[in-house]
């Protein structure tokens, strides 16, 4: 039980950390002008040559990089199109409102949408990787970024970044559905973990009318835990020192365990898709001790070159990035982001938490209801045709049921509230 607590507390303060680094993107890219533009710009050869040249854009693609008969569907229609940007837009209404991680969402939506589960993840790498590039406020957090503890951090990242990928691809090109199932049990254990915690919590919370606060996690300054000290206190050469604002003369840390750090979040981006920044805050924080400062910045700079790194490397040379998704995705999240925000100040605390925990539950349902179908296939168990359909239909339509309310509601508040949010806006 202390285990599941802890745990929970973890994957809930990453995925917190998570969300503010979207909020703080998205929040750079609505506010130049030029960065709207850019934006518009990546959308207008998708929507509008996209929509006319469909078939000539789909023919003219090479069959790896996504043809119509390559991952089905990799082609452009104008319904694919708007899916993805509903797709980010449902994720982002979760990160901007609820100030937890929504792209834990991207993948098991995309594949109950039929996208295979290596489409899936490559293409949430990229969005992340897009996203990251325009949105890019490292210019903001350099100075809590220390240079040696993040170039460290990235040869891991690089090297469980190139493991988790070649993982993917061998699974693939052994059997597709065993890809699909190793990916649906990742996401299953994550999610799992993740919405029992977040019910729990919000059970607690409603009990003693706690509408505030934060998500999960602690608050972490100069104190260090059981653990940092004693991986701070193991002495294995080259030493790196980080934290020297903080405490006189700093830490310092062996960077064999910056490196094994980086590999786990660069094994988990690539294999999950989800960029690998939601380990970066709790890893830092309660494994190493890092300072909550220097781990915001250095988390915000290993996500451009860890996503960027495994979409490209791992991904796209191999084709398995469906870029018209992504750039529907990349819109979709920018903009839900911002209407999710909004209409925290409106709506209770509390009822977000429950939202959040049944979103994450949901997710969990899916991925678990789908996992049985997977393993037939393999003939790992045997289940009838018919027990399969029922299965995977319970796990998708309990999923996009509960997403599309969640969405519905957050946009209907957002619009029934608009004058109260415009008087908000002005007075302050």
């Keep these: 039980m202390k285990f599941f607590k802890q745990w929970g507390s973890v994957m809930m303060a990453a995925a917190t950390a998570h969300a503010k680094w979207e909020k703080d993107v998205s929040d750079t890219v609505f506010s130049s002008r030029k960065r709207v533009l850019m934006l518009g710009l990546l959308m207008l050869p998708v929507a509008v040559g996209g929509i006319a040249f469909a078939d000539q854009i789909a023919g003219m693609l090479p069959e790896m990089i996504g043809g119509k008969t390559a991952y089905s569907p990799a082609f452009f229609t104008p319904t694919i199109f708007i899916a993805s940007i509903l797709i980010g837009m449902i994720a982002g209404l979760i990160t901007g409102c609820i100030g937890a991680g929504g792209g834990f969402i991207i993948a098991p939506a995309l594949m109950s949408a039929g996208i295979k589960g290596i489409l899936a993840v490559g293409t949430d790498l990229f969005h992340i990787f897009a996203k990251a590039i325009m949105g890019s406020v490292i210019h903001r957090k350099l100075g809590n970024v220390s240079v040696a503890l993040a170039f460290i951090f990235l040869i891991g990242s690089i090297i469980g970044a190139t493991v988790g990928g070649v993982i993917n691809r061998v699974l693939y090109e052994i059997n597709p559905v065993l890809s699909d199932a190793f990916i649906t049990t990742i996401y299953s254990i994550m999610l799992g973990f993740l919405g029992a915690y977040s019910m729990i919590d919000f059970f607690k919370a ?223």
């Design 206 to 428: 409603n009990k003693a009318a706690d509408t505030g606060g934060a998500h999960g996690g602690k608050s972490e300054g100069a104190e260090l835990g059981p653990l940092p000290k004693k991986l701070q206190a193991i002495r294995i050469p080259p030493m790196i020192t980080f934290d020297q604002s903080l405490i006189p003369g700093g830490r310092r840390i062996s960077c064999v365990f910056l490196i094994l750090s980086g590999a786990l979040v660069g094994l988990a981006a690539a294999i999950m898709g989800v960029g690998g920044g939601f380990l970066t805050f709790p890893i830092f924080v309660y494994i190493l001790g890092v300072s909550s400062m220097t781990t915001v910045g250095t988390d915000i700079f290993q996500i451009v070159f860890t996503a960027g790194y495994a979409a490209i490397s791992q991904y796209a040379i191999y084709g398995f990035i469906f870029y018209t998704l992504a750039m529907g995705m990349l819109l979709g999240s920018l903009v839900g982001i911002q209407i999710g925000a909004m209409v925290t100040k409106v709506v209770k605390g509390i009822t977000i938490r429950g939202f959040y925990a049944i979103a994450v539950m949901s997710g969990f349902i899916n991925r678990v209801f789908a996992l049985p179908g997977k393993l037939s296939s393999m003939e790992v168990i045997h289940l009838s045709k018919s027990t399969i359909t029922v299965l995977n239909a319970i796990g998708t339509y309990a999923f996009f049921i509960v997403l599309g309310t969640f969405g519905v509601w957050v946009i209907g508040t957002f619009f029934v509230n608009i004058k109260t949010l415009k008087g908000g806006e002005v007075a302050s």
